[in-house]
């Protein structure tokens, strides 16, 4: 055979996705390293290597230790475990592999969750002389959780039990046990011995009693092109291709379904329709294209289509939903906020999501379910979330590629979680949001928001900012100013004035003692309302009487209430405005017509020459009180 032959003939080859999964020390990666040492796929520097490192730092006695061939980290090395996930590359005769060696621990579940999401087969490794142990239920639950349709028991150490065919049915029989709870079709049961060899790539004569095929048979002859999704076209568009202005072609990898030239189609979210003109690749056109080809489409109208729209047979057509119940994997080191709204990945649709509610946390060692309020690393619920804008999907048992979802923190840009959909909600199916201490707290005109929640989002405290000075005292350009520079910093913060607030909320009141105590108790409320929604406010008003000036403390709160003094003399706010202190018609002035009582103990006391800077000093003020910001 020529090497152009042999080319084709490998192209042509099917490629077969599986992870190993076990408790630590079950043989995992020994079972790959001996994949790939019998089928002859090592090259001699490889196995020149292997064998010096067996002898200096293996774990198999005077034996070759295989598994040093995927332990690439230094940690795994020198602790003779998995805690990355490995990948190994090899071909037969009959099939291409790809191979994940998943880690055992419980705290590397992330980890193996990675290598899952793409395998199509998954062989969980048992030790003989230990039987089902917790770990063998946490794996083929995460597995089961996955949607992996085929899974191999290994039952590995066989020499152990001298090759004892009782041990082997028990554990076949305990194993069968558990799995009926769960979804996976194909189970197979192989008893081996990793180190030695028995039935990994040739079938042994230590067993006789075992009929079945050997490992490697077993993976070159597993029917998977069936698992993938034929039935249901879904093309979700990645990028819109304008090489020239004579052609508009939408790329992207093909989720599932096969798409066929001539065939009418429909684009989600505009339900607009068209026909599929041609089916372009880098080697020319072609008739149809299927999973996992990654092609480009023309149609024979002119669309609006942008990335993130899903282009489906409009007699097939996905959920188009807001609501949405999933299994939820939580990836981060950080626990969640639940009151975080999270950016959501979606094929290739981006949007903001929150999660409505948490119904329950699985114990993967029992699968037992518990309420909590939020997920912690590597710890697995059911969720119910609500999108911004509609997502186009299946449930993941019926398509993984529509089905799945990664989910981003808004900060950091993180992966913090991924999850599978269920199904979706109806309105009627949603979680009440409110509950009966919920009802009691709105009866009594409180919130359902905490100070601490809003203190989160915000990155502050409620807050009354109160500034008072004489008429031209500069009060108004220090509030300006501040407003400003907290924006800037990212506060959340609202500034109210006598101008603005005797324009509209007190348009009735005079500028009378009486009046204006009235007109200080409106704001004073306002900034109440405000500051128990975690907003600052900031307060520009002369407010002369020092008795008024307490109860409007009173109303806010004396720990929100912060007085700012800006200390400027009458001549010098009588040469800053001029046309009021010389209004012989305006009446009830403080500092001439009425008393003006200079605060006693204020917070801070500022100079108008010196307007530049305070702000600077009210913001370091509000750092020393952490008022803002908090972190």
Same mark, same amino acid.
């Given at each position: 055979?020529?090497?152009?032959?042999?080319?084709?003939?490998?192209?042509?080859?099917?490629?077969?996705?599986?992870?190993?999964?076990?408790?630590?020390?079950?043989?995992?990666?020994?079972?790959?390293?001996?994949?790939?040492?019998?089928?002859?796929?090592?090259?001699?520097?490889?196995?020149?290597?292997?064998?010096?490192?067996?002898?200096?730092?293996?774990?198999?006695?005077?034996?070759?230790?295989?598994?040093?061939?995927?332990?690439?980290?230094?940690?795994?090395?020198?602790?003779?475990?998995?805690?990355?996930?490995?990948?190994?590359?090899?071909?037969?005769?009959?099939?291409?592999?790809?191979?994940?060696?998943?880690?055992?621990?419980?705290?590397?579940?992330?980890?193996?969750?990675?290598?899952?999401?793409?395998?199509?087969?998954?062989?969980?490794?048992?030790?003989?002389?230990?039987?089902?142990?917790?770990?063998?239920?946490?794996?083929?639950?995460?597995?089961?959780?996955?949607?992996?349709?085929?899974?191999?028991?290994?039952?590995?150490?066989?020499?152990?039990?001298?090759?004892?065919?009782?041990?082997?049915?028990?554990?076949?029989?305990?194993?069968?046990?558990?799995?009926?709870?769960?979804?996976?079709?194909?189970?197979?049961?192989?008893?081996?011995?990793?180190?030695?060899?028995?039935?990994?790539?040739?079938?042994?004569?230590?067993?006789?009693?075992?009929?079945?095929?050997?490992?490697?048979?077993?993976?070159?002859?597993?029917?998977?092109?069936?698992?993938?999704?034929?039935?249901?076209?879904?093309?979700?568009?990645?990028?819109?291709?304008?090489?020239?202005?004579?052609?508009?072609?939408?790329?992207?990898?093909?989720?599932?379904?096969?798409?066929?030239?001539?065939?009418?189609?429909?684009?989600?979210?505009?339900?607009?329709?068209?026909?599929?003109?041609?089916?372009?690749?880098?080697?020319?056109?072609?008739?149809?294209?299927?999973?996992?080809?990654?092609?480009?489409?023309?149609?024979?109208?002119?669309?609006?289509?942008?990335?993130?729209?899903?282009?489906?047979?409009?007699?097939?057509?996905?959920?188009?939903?807001?609501?949405?119940?999933?299994?939820?994997?939580?990836?981060?080191?950080?626990?969640?906020?639940?009151?975080?709204?999270?950016?959501?990945?979606?094929?290739?649709?981006?949007?903001?999501?929150?999660?409505?509610?948490?119904?329950?946390?699985?114990?993967?060692?029992?699968?037992?379910?518990?309420?909590?309020?939020?997920?912690?690393?590597?710890?697995?619920?059911?969720?119910?979330?609500?999108?911004?804008?509609?997502?186009?999907?299946?449930?993941?048992?019926?398509?993984?590629?529509?089905? @799945? $979802?990664?989910?981003? *923190?808004?900060?950091?840009? %993180?992966? =913090? !979680?991924?999850?599978?959909?269920?199904? /979706?909600?109806?309105?009627?199916?949603?979680?009440?949001?409110?509950?009966?201490?919920?009802?009691?707290?709105?009866?009594?005109?409180?919130?359902?928001?905490?100070?601490?929640?809003?203190?989160?989002?915000?990155?502050?405290?409620?807050?009354?900012?109160?500034?008072?000075?004489?008429?031209?005292?500069?009060?108004?350009?220090?509030?300006?100013?501040?407003?400003?520079?907290?924006?800037?910093?990212?506060?959340?913060?609202?500034?109210?004035?006598?101008?603005?607030?005797?324009?509209?909320?007190?348009?009735?009141?005079?500028?009378?003692?009486?009046?204006?105590?009235?007109?200080?108790?409106?704001?004073?409320?306002?900034?109440?309302?405000?500051?128990?929604?975690?907003?600052?406010?900031?307060? @520009? $008003?002369?407010?002369? *009487?020092?008795?008024?000036? %307490?109860? =409007? !403390?009173?109303?806010?709160?004396?720990? /929100?209430?912060?007085?700012?003094?800006?200390?400027?003399?009458?001549?010098?706010?009588?040469?800053?405005?001029?046309?009021?202190?010389?209004?012989?018609?305006?009446?009830?002035?403080?500092?001439?017509?009425?008393?003006?009582?200079?605060?006693?103990?204020?917070?801070?006391?500022?100079?108008?020459?010196?307007?530049?800077?305070?702000?600077?000093?009210?913001?370091?003020?509000?750092?020393?009180?952490?008022?803002?910001?908090?972190?």
């Amino acid at each position: 055979m020529d090497i152009k032959a042999f080319l084709d003939q490998d192209e042509k080859k099917d490629l077969l996705r599986l992870l190993t999964a076990g408790s630590v020390d079950d043989g995992k990666s020994t079972l790959i390293g001996r994949l790939l040492f019998d089928s002859k796929r090592l090259y001699e520097d490889q196995l020149a290597a292997l064998k010096r490192d067996s002898k200096r730092v293996g774990h198999a006695g005077d034996d070759i230790d295989y598994a040093l061939l995927l332990d690439g980290l230094k940690a795994e090395r020198e602790q003779g475990i998995t805690i990355d996930v490995a990948y190994r590359y090899f071909s037969t005769n009959k099939r291409k592999f790809i191979i994940a060696d998943t880690p055992g621990h419980e705290q590397y579940t992330r980890n193996m969750v990675t290598g899952a999401s793409t395998a199509n087969l998954a062989i969980i490794l048992i030790d003989a002389s230990k039987g089902v142990i917790t770990q063998t239920r946490r794996h083929t639950f995460l597995v089961s959780l996955l949607g992996i349709k085929h899974v191999v028991l290994a039952v590995n150490k066989m020499d152990l039990v001298d090759f004892d065919q009782k041990v082997f049915d028990d554990i076949c029989v305990d194993y069968k046990n558990f799995v009926a709870q769960l979804d996976i079709p194909d189970v197979n049961f192989i008893p081996i011995s990793a180190l030695k060899g028995d039935n990994v790539v040739e079938k042994t004569d230590k067993m006789p009693w075992y009929t079945g095929k050997s490992m490697l048979e077993f993976l070159e002859t597993v029917h998977i092109s069936s698992d993938r999704n034929f039935d249901d076209m879904r093309y979700p568009v990645q990028y819109v291709l304008r090489p020239d202005r004579d052609f508009r072609g939408f790329s992207t990898k093909v989720a599932s379904g096969i798409v066929r030239k001539g065939e009418k189609i429909m684009v989600l979210p505009s339900k607009k329709t068209s026909t599929i003109k041609s089916i372009t690749t880098y080697d020319g056109e072609l008739d149809e294209a299927f999973p996992p080809q990654s092609v480009t489409i023309t149609l024979e109208d002119e669309i609006d289509i942008s990335r993130g729209d899903m282009i489906v047979y409009p007699d097939n057509q996905p959920r188009m939903e807001r609501h949405f119940e999933s299994m939820l994997v939580w990836m981060d080191e950080k626990p969640m906020d639940p009151s975080t709204h999270f950016l959501i990945k979606h094929a290739n649709n981006n949007t903001k999501a929150r999660i409505d509610k948490i119904r329950y946390k699985v114990d993967v060692n029992t699968l037992q379910k518990s309420e909590i309020d939020y997920f912690e690393l590597n710890e697995i619920g059911r969720v119910v979330f609500t999108t911004n804008k509609p997502l186009f999907f299946d449930p993941y048992k019926k398509n993984k590629n529509t089905g @799945s $979802f990664v989910l981003i *923190d808004p900060v950091s840009h %993180n992966t =913090v !979680a991924v999850g599978m959909i269920i199904d /979706r909600l109806g309105s009627d199916q949603l979680p009440s949001r409110i509950s009966d201490k919920d009802r009691d707290q709105i009866k009594a005109g409180l919130g359902l928001i905490s100070d601490e929640a809003y203190q989160s989002r915000y990155n502050q405290k409620g807050a009354t900012l109160w500034v008072n000075g004489l008429h031209g005292s500069g009060k108004n350009e220090m509030a300006f100013s501040l407003e400003k520079q907290l924006f800037e910093m990212g506060a959340t913060v609202v500034l109210l004035d006598g101008s603005s607030v005797r324009s509209g909320l007190s348009k009735e009141l005079d500028y009378s003692p009486t009046d204006r105590a009235e007109h200080l108790r409106r704001v004073a409320e306002v900034c109440r309302l405000l500051n128990d929604q975690g907003i600052i406010t900031i307060c @520009s $008003f002369i407010s002369p *009487d020092a008795d008024i000036r %307490n109860q =409007v !403390a009173e109303i806010i709160g004396q720990n /929100r209430f912060h007085l700012f003094y800006m200390d400027a003399d009458l001549e010098y706010c009588k040469k800053n405005r001029p046309e009021l202190y010389q209004n012989e018609n305006v009446k009830y002035v403080p500092g001439v017509d009425i008393t003006f009582d200079v605060p006693t103990n204020p917070a801070l006391t500022l100079k108008p020459e010196n307007n530049g800077n305070n702000p600077e000093q009210v913001i370091e003020y509000l750092r020393e009180k952490t008022i803002f910001p908090l972190k």
